[in-house]
């Protein structure tokens, strides 16, 4: 049983749908642009920053990256996702140089060139940037340097250990010397201690043995029959 959370100190717990909820109170409150920061991979977290947005009337643009991820989840049949076409006007999707690169040279220039339709330049989202709600990554930082942006509002919504990084610290200084400020509003998609402890009543397992945790003997304080096993070293099971 994984236990990423255990250990975890001062990590609120949300729902999907009190994030998002906070998420749009912090639009609201913004003067100027608002910079999301997730994964692209987390698409409940990329929906809920989509819907805060559209209910604050803002234009949400996501990068190219994202856009063609939610492209290829539709065509698996993943319906209501908002990814960008003529059914969303309100979505829009920015080009950053370095993605930009990584993506012709890895996918090939088919997934480079989708969605010409909906491009914002950098100059674009300068212009309008008090009416836009944008995901972000450290590596954008040349482009947003690029946009002439003010005053704006940084959402991180990521583990937090990673603001420790010097790309993330390397953002963030230049979004305060430009005058913005940063909120943090994030939840975690691995399970909590309640959730654990439920799992583990209802399977009631023979043997427990805790993986992807820096706290493994925590699941000793849940059940007698851990095993706690070293990493690397092979065992039966």
């Keep these: 049983i994984e236990g990423t959370t255990l250990g975890r100190s001062g990590e609120k717990e949300y ?12 639009m609201e409150k913004s003067s100027g642009i ?11 977290r990329v929906i809920s920053i989509y819907n805060a947005a559209k209910a604050c009337g803002k234009t949400f643009v996501m990068d190219i990256y994202t856009a063609n991820l939610l ?7 993943w319906k209501g996702l908002p990814a960008p076409s003529l059914w969303h ?6 080009r950053p140089l370095a993605l930009e690169k ?3 040279k890895t996918l090939g220039k088919k997934c480079f060139k989708r969605f010409r339709a909906y491009d914002l330049n950098v100059r674009m989202i300068g212009r309008k940037q008090e009416q836009i709600a944008m995901l972000v990554r450290p590596s954008t930082l040349s482009d947003l340097k690029r946009m002439g942006l003010r005053d704006g509002t940084l959402i991180y919504s990521q583990w937090q250990a990673y603001r420790n990084k010097p790309y993330q610290i390397k ?3 230049y979004l305060k010397s430009v005058g913005f400020s940063d909120c943090y509003l994030h939840t975690s998609g691995h399970a909590f201690e309640e959730d654990i402890k439920k799992v583990i009543k209802g399977l009631s397992p023979k043997e427990i043995v805790p993986i992807h945790t820096f706290c493994p003997e925590a699941f000793l304080q849940f059940r007698h029959n851990v095993a706690l096993r070293q990493d690397g070293v092979p065992f039966k099971l």
């Design 71 to 77: 492209n290829e989840l539709k065509k698996l049949g």
């Design 34 to 44: 608002v910079l999301c920061q997730t994964t692209g991979q987390n698409i409940d």
């Design 89 to 94: 006007p309100d979505i829009r999707v920015f």
């Design 102 to 104: 990584k993506m012709e």
């Design 171 to 173: 953002l963030e200084a």
């Design 15 to 26: 729902t999907e749908e009190e994030l998002e909820t906070e998420f749009g109170k912090v």
